[in-house]
């Protein structure tokens, strides 16, 4: 099940990638095509002629790559049961936590949780020095 789990967001992450990329590679691939013509107006001091289609395609080639960081948070959390739990508890700790030692204490108890379930030890939160 945590096999299949984790094939599930993988092949989710692939795919994502590809469609939010493909549109960057097509954009790069173009402009290799008729980089000769562009140099050559250039030369001439003229404007190319642009096609619409690629003016769309760059206003749309960063947002895509945007969106693939985040949807690839959001396949996460809603696939990944351990991932959730790290991310409330990581959230809860920070919350919980005032002072100086927030940042330590946070990134105690993060370095923990990641420990395979086998290998954990209950955590220990460091010893604040009194103030």
Known sequence: DRERNFAKILVSIVF???????????DQ???????????YCRDLKKFPNIPTWLRTMNLLVEPAGLIN???NFIIYCLAGKRF???LVDSARNTFKRSGSDQSRNTEFFVLNSVRSPRTRRPPELPK???V
Do not use: E, G
Request: hydrophobic share 50%.
């Open 16 to 26: 994502l990638f590809l469609f939010t990329h493909s549109l960057r590679v097509l």
């Open 29 to 39: 691939v173009y402009r290799a095509s008729i980089d000769q013509v562009l140099l």
């Open 69 to 71: 960081a985040s949807v």
């Open 84 to 86: 959730r739990k790290i």
């Open 128 to 130: 604040t020095p009194p």
